[in-house]
């Protein structure tokens, strides 16, 4: 690893912590805190990303060796990193929660690599750090599995996100309450390493704002444009609000096109926190996130938001704009007058809108949004969808096979061919077959005129309508299996997962709908906070 490099720019231009020591503090003027990750005790390699490690700069050679898992689980440095947390604040399910910072993250540095830019790594679960407030810096493995998988599942989506390059046991252990049920149990810890060319969230910039820390405000968007957003500045050194309007109004459209993303793959990120929100627009911080199985938009994997369903599928859009009112608010002082702040905001709504409408013609295989008509043909189907449990990732799939020339005088062809995404296919009422005979009229009319052949539009809609996701069930499989010390599924799913959109017909059994047993198990259908 002696060839690596690493060019600090985030400690290199932003203010630090004064005290070095490593206790729960209020950080304040400080952009973060120099402290060493804990020492473990028996550092074990489980599972890393190959191809991505090697973009990197690891060689095969690198991976294998002692020293790899060592650094990945912060019980050595190599030349030139040098390990920080971020001091961040945010809004926790619509709550200010003050100063949060990395409690458990633990960043190594900027390396800068041959095509991907600077790209910080940041040991999760790696121990306390001034920001670990009255937790113990540590992840368990479940959890860690989780982010994992995930992470690399969204990018192999080609969904924005922060990306994972190991996972490591540490060898230590903590006791959990998993569900939060009096059940406290010991729990195996790891160690993930992610990665991303900015840990910057928009609660970085709330903290700062909230204590009326003005300088270290501008400091720290000025820091991100000049990292991450540098085009905005085309070759001129000078800031402007202008450029600090460009700069939120694309955070504002990268977020808006990870959500639509979210939303074709039925993902749910479960803590859409501001402190969990990526200042570029990638899927960060994967604690009890979901997919859906059957679609719901009202389904929220979360069980601390079960009541409130803060986080449910389909109101993420609307927290996301909720989410970049709180940034705005935050910037306002550099910016000065509401009205470009409030002019992003409306604009993410109608892109929004606009990006939805493109995203769901794609996934039902047209060749562009047609307006009103086609709105009215996915609201419809939203609502079939919603009526009886239907597997939303099976659906799409099976309706890239629909024949041009489907009979539509009745249910009995379209049924035979959809029965595998109903999780009770025999007890549809009359009114309801009914209801989906009539809307697949419509779209078969639709699907004539743009005039594809049916291979033409399935083609087009597998690459939109993936086959393979990161089921619920899937995760906590491989998670007990781990947890007994086999590591195989964790492979497995990895492998799978790389190529979600193509058929791979030897995973046929990864692809299917929930089993029975899963729908109501913890880890499955619901999860907590506690990781
Ligand atoms: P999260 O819900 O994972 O986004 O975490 C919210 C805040 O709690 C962040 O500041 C985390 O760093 C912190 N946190 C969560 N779990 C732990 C832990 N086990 N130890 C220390 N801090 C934690
Ligand atoms: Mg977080």
């Not at 390990?83 to 961040?88: I, K, W």
Request: aromatic share 12%; net charge negative; glycine share 6%.
């Amino acid at each position: 690893m002696n060839n690596l490099t690493f060019d600090n720019r985030f400690i290199n231009h932003l203010p630090a912590d004064s005290e070095t020591e490593n206790y729960c503090r209020s950080v304040e003027n400080a952009a973060y805190s120099f402290v060493n990750a804990a020492k473990t005790s028996n550092p074990t390699l489980i599972a890393v990303t190959p191809l991505f490690a090697k973009q990197l700069g690891f060689s095969e050679h690198d991976i294998k060796d002692a020293e790899f898992t060592r650094v990945m689980t912060g019980n050595q440095l190599l030349p030139g990193m040098k390990s920080y947390a971020q001091c961040y604040g945010g809004h926790q399910f619509g709550q200010w929660a003050g100063q949060l910072g990395d409690g458990r993250a633990i960043n190594l540095g900027e390396l800068t690599t041959a095509g991907l830019g600077h790209q910080t790594l940041q040991l999760k679960g790696a121990g306390k750090t001034p920001y670990s407030r009255r937790a113990d810096g540590m992840a368990v493995l479940r959890s860690s599995i989780r982010e994992f998988l995930c992470s690399e599942a969204m990018f192999h989506l080609g969904i924005p996100t922060t990306r994972a390059l190991s996972l490591c046991l540490s060898g230590e252990e903590v006791v959990r309450d998993k569900m939060y049920d009096g059940n406290a149990a010991i729990e195996p810890c790891a160690v993930v390493c992610r990665v991303s060319s900015s840990f910057l969230r928009f609660g970085s910039f709330q903290l700062p704002a909230s204590r009326g820390e003005e300088v270290l405000l501008i400091k720290l968007v000025k820091h991100s444009i000049k990292s991450d957003f540098a085009h905005l500045l085309s070759g001129s050194s000078e800031f402007s609000k202008e450029i600090y309007l460009a700069w939120f109004s694309e955070i504002s459209q990268k977020t808006c096109a990870m959500i639509v993303h979210w939303m074709r793959v039925g993902f749910v990120h479960g803590v859409m926190n501001t402190d969990n929100m990526s200042i570029l627009g990638e899927t960060i911080d994967y604690g009890p996130y979901g997919w859906v199985d059957d679609f719901d938009l009202n389904w929220t994997p979360n069980t601390t938001d079960a009541h409130e369903k803060r986080y449910r599928f389909g109101g993420q859009a609307e927290i996301g704009q909720w989410n970049l009112f709180q940034l705005a608010n935050a910037i306002f002082p550099l910016i000065g007058e509401a009205e470009p702040l409030q002019a992003v905001m409306s604009d993410f709504a109608l892109n929004y809108q606009n990006s939805w409408c493109t995203m769901m013609a794609s996934k039902l295989g047209f060749k562009d949004y047609q307006g009103q008509t086609d709105l009215y043909l996915f609201q419809s189907l939203e609502k079939l969808l919603s009526t009886v449990e239907t597997d939303m990732t099976i659906f799409y799939r099976l309706l890239a096979t629909l024949p041009n020339d489907l009979d539509t005088d009745s249910h009995q062809q379209w049924l035979t061919l959809l029965a595998p995404c109903f999780y009770n296919a025999h007890d549809l009422e009359q009114s309801y077959l009914q209801d989906f005979t009539s809307w697949f009229k419509r779209y078969l009319a639709r699907l004539n005129y743009d005039g594809l052949t049916q291979r033409q539009r399935a083609q087009a809609m597998n690459q939109v309508n993936p086959k393979f996701v990161l089921r619920n069930y899937l995760a906590q499989q491989a998670i007990e299996l781990a947890e007994q010390g086999d590591y195989s599924e964790i492979h497995q799913l990895q492998l799978i997962l790389q190529s979600p959109y193509k058929e791979q017909p030897e995973f046929q059994d990864y692809a299917k709908k929930r089993p029975d047993w899963a729908r109501n198990k913890a880890g499955c259908s619901m999860l907590s906070c506690s990781s």
